[in-house]
């Protein structure tokens, strides 16, 4: 693990000695270290070491800290803030010092109940209300990325969803959105959610947008039918109308723009997006 010296010390200003550090999995946008104090609670480190995410790192961290204050009296089982070093200034790079929830990754779940909890989950961030201004969601599918994928099966379907995007977003009502809501960002232990992380994307918007995100991530891993199911579960709970527009906008954003790596490389995941890109077209009226 690459040495952090100048973090560590920071983190240790708050928590006292730290007997253990290790990196945890995930951590796309950040290097993320859980630490074990002599005495006190685990906490996690975040430090905001990855481009293009560490040029915005002051807001992104800043954000993650506000938003977890937000949650502090809410049922949402969210990290707490202890300590922030937004500029970097101590640590060398935007840092964020949080609480560390239990529980552990299991993205291979996709069962029903799983499922169902994972909806369950979403349905109580989305009633929060926020009493502080949160900034509105940003579309992930810029225009830069509208370029049809070499790997694409059909140039077709892209074509028709960038024409689509093209069009204004349909009206809805503002919601309190994670944001990155999926799989990749939820914690489970003894079978149930545990925790949900990850908030420095946290917006206002469609409540959908949180849906269409989780729903991609599900496709990507275990296909279109789980995706669905998923869908299915939240709407049974609330209701809500799906939105096939933000469907297709989050696929699209999934597309790398131009002279940036894609963030999915694996074949088999590339096809199922561009299978759910398919099925989610086809639903636009």
Do not use: I
């Not at 070093?85 to 291979?108: I, S």
């Not at 849906?211 to 669905?228: C, I, K, Q, S, W």
């Amino acid at each position: 693990m690459p040495s952090h010296e100048d973090a560590l010390a920071w983190a240790e200003e708050h928590l006292g000695p730290v007997t253990d550090v290790r990196a945890l999995e995930g951590g796309r946008t950040s290097t993320m270290l859980a630490l074990t104090p002599r005495d006190g609670e685990s906490a996690v480190l975040r430090l905001m070491t990855e481009e293009p995410w560490r040029t915005h790192g002051v807001e992104l961290t800043t954000r993650e800290r506000d938003t977890q204050r937000l949650l502090d009296d809410t049922p949402v089982p969210a990290p707490r803030t202890l300590a922030l070093d937004a500029t970097g200034v101590r640590c060398g790079q935007p840092a964020h010092l949080m609480t560390r929830l239990p529980g552990r990754l299991e993205l291979q779940r996709s069962d029903a109940a799983s499922l169902g909890l994972l909806a369950d989950l979403l349905v109580v961030v989305h009633e929060v209300e926020p009493s502080v201004d949160v900034r509105t969601f940003q579309s992930w599918a810029w225009e830069a990325k509208y370029v049809v994928p070499a790997w694409a099966s059909d140039p077709g379907p892209w074509e028709d969803a960038f024409a689509l995007l093209r069009t204004p977003v349909p009206t809805y009502d503002r919601t309190f959105l994670h944001r990155d809501f999926g799989p990749h960002n939820v914690l489970w232990a003894d079978g149930r959610v545990s925790g949900l992380v990850d908030w420095v994307e946290t917006s206002v918007g469609p409540a959908w947008l949180d849906v269409a995100h989780a729903a991609t991530n599900l496709a990507l891993r275990h296909g279109n039918a789980v995706a669905d199911a998923f869908a299915a579960a939240y709407v049974e709970r609330t209701g809500r109308v799906p939105e096939p527009y933000l469907d297709v906008m989050d696929v699209v954003g999934f597309l790398p723009p131009p002279g940036r790596a894609s963030l999915v490389t694996d074949p088999p995941q590339l096809a199922r997006l561009d299978e759910r890109l398919r099925a989610v077209l086809a639903r636009v009226t």
